[in-house]
């Protein structure tokens, strides 16, 4: 059981999302939390006019709500704002939104009541999972569309996810014993004004990238076995003269993992002067990635444990609006996650063509046993180019583009969910093209009968176990898919990082 107290570590919020571990609320919270809710109940009996307590919202913000239609005017906010569009959120996307939101609504700044609070927890406790369409944030006003679907189905008025179908909430909510929520005065703007769906796909992006840069830099480097090229770009005097910390760490890395290879020591006196850009240039690709994620990394553990809504609440006489709800910071760090994780699949592919190509290898062309008579891996390299290109699409900020919307209330918004999802599909276009480069040096492994590093062979080995490799002609499209599949094996990922002491963020 995981305490939660506002403030939450990327292994706790991996072990509730992902694993499915429970949670529940530090008690002294609560009691900070009945006290922030005081102050709302008291301006309801004053009848003050406050913004998101008793007036409408963006453009109807001058608008006074009568104190009977209080919790009207919060039901009706959730119905109205509930207009998302497309496929459904993932499990642990929609997961970890309602871990995110709960943790927002923690640093006791909201005006929510205990009650609402804990129905968020009893949630997540019982896997209730709510149908949210993936698109209709604009990242302002914090993700209104989504939240709004999740809330929608806790007052038993929404849609879950059952065994892959929709089934109306109100159905799941008894199954599974939870009481609906009742939302009272400026509740139901604390619950939907805030960025944890745009935060959810931005760590889960994060959590990929570390695996991500793991299997390039692996790739790079088997790469430089099967293509005769050397280590000596990745001794430490040289990134140590252009100290850039992701290029000193992925020199360390990559140096250190395939130092040990016969394969690269068996021709370390041969007559070749210069590697190609791309394998003598990874430590200043792939550490200007990583550079990338240290600094995404940094946005993600604050913004997770923010309060994030509108309006905030500190005390009686200081109740602010403000823009807290604001995506930008994730929008601008969603895009260059984006732009710099495509890399890793640009000069991957670079690496696919010198392996398939004869003139660059000198191996037999595209790695068939009959070149000629067989394709071999041949057409993986176009596969390989045509994600590239489309991540050169998507790498496009949606950061830079703003449409004002509530009749120009909203007048500069984000784009931020935009921007999270395309990082998210660009990543899972890395992934195939990494996997074309890992069975490309599958195939050329079988060429030599030096030995590899010792991570070469753990890694392969345990292939191997998985995937019975034909090497004619066959439909290679099922050894990328299996290999994508072990590649986003966080237990096997685990497993290689503890054998060989690999640490990235």
Avoid at 195 to 209: Q, S
Wanted: net charge negative.
């Amino acid at each position: 059981m995981i305490k939660l107290n506002g403030k939450l570590t990327f292994e706790d919020y991996k072990k509730i999302v992902y694993d499915g571990e429970k949670c529940e609320i530090d008690g002294n919270l609560l009691l900070k939390i009945d006290e922030n809710r005081k102050i709302v109940d008291e301006i309801v009996k004053s009848k003050k006019v406050v913004y998101g307590i008793n007036t409408g919202f963006g453009v109807l913000a001058n608008t006074t709500i009568s104190q009977e239609n209080l919790e009207n005017l919060q039901y009706n906010l959730i119905r109205s704002h509930s207009v998302g569009y497309g496929n459904p959120a993932p499990y642990f996307i929609t997961r970890g939104t309602i871990l995110l939101r709960l943790n927002s609504l923690l640093q006791a700044v909201s005006g929510i009541k205990r009650k609402s609070i804990e129905i968020l927890c009893e949630a997540l406790n019982k896997e209730f999972y709510p149908y949210v369409p993936e698109k209709g944030s604009l990242g302002a006003s914090g993700d209104l569309a989504p939240l709004s679907h999740i809330i929608l189905a806790l007052i038993g008025e929404g849609e879950c996810i059952v065994d892959g179908k929709r089934k109306q909430s109100i159905e799941v909510l008894k199954e599974k014993k939870i009481e609906p929520l009742k939302l009272s005065a400026k509740e139901g703007l604390a619950l939907i004004n805030g960025t944890p769906y745009m935060t959810a796909w931005y760590l889960n992006a994060i959590f990929e990238a570390e695996k991500l840069l793991f299997w390039a830099n692996f790739c790079a480097g088997f790469s430089i076995e099967n293509l005769n090229a050397t280590l000596t770009p990745f001794k430490m005097e040289i990134s140590y003269v252009r100290p850039h910390k992701g290029q000193i760490d992925v020199s360390k890395i990559i140096f250190n993992l395939f130092k040990d290879s016969p394969r690269i020591i068996s021709h370390k006196n041969c007559s070749k002067v210069q590697d190609a850009y791309s394998l003598r240039c990874t430590p200043q690709v792939h550490g200007a990635v990583l550079n990338a994620i240290y600094d995404c990394v940094n946005v993600a553990k604050v913004e997770m444990n923010s309060a994030t809504d509108n309006p905030l609440i500190f005390s009686e006489d200081k109740i602010y609006s403000q823009g807290n709800f604001h995506g930008e910071i994730l929008a601008l760090y969603a895009d260059f996650l984006t732009i710099a994780l495509s890399e890793l699949a640009s000069i991957s592919e670079r690496r696919i063509e010198r392996l398939l190509n004869p003139t660059l290898s000198g191996l037999p062309g595209f790695l068939a046993d009959d070149a000629g008579l067989q394709s071999g891996l041949m057409i993986t390299q176009y596969t390989a180019a045509a994600l590239v290109s489309e991540n050169k699409v998507l790498s496009h900020p949606a950061s830079v583009d703003s449409i004002p919307v509530s009749a120009n209330q909203e007048d500069h918004v984000s784009m931020g969910a935009n921007a999270v999802l395309k990082l998210n599909k660009v990543i899972e276009n890395i992934y195939n093209v990494l996997a074309i480069e890992l069975l490309s040096n599958i195939f050329a492994k079988r060429f030599y009968e030096e030995d590899y590093a010792s991570i070469t062979k753990f890694i392969v080995n345990y292939i191997n176990k998985e995937i019975n490799f034909e090497y004619k002609d066959h439909p290679f499209y099922k050894d990328i898919e299996k290999i994508v599949v072990i590649m986003k094996d966080d237990t096997f990922f685990t497993k290689v990082k503890n054998e060989f002491e690999i640490n990235l963020i």
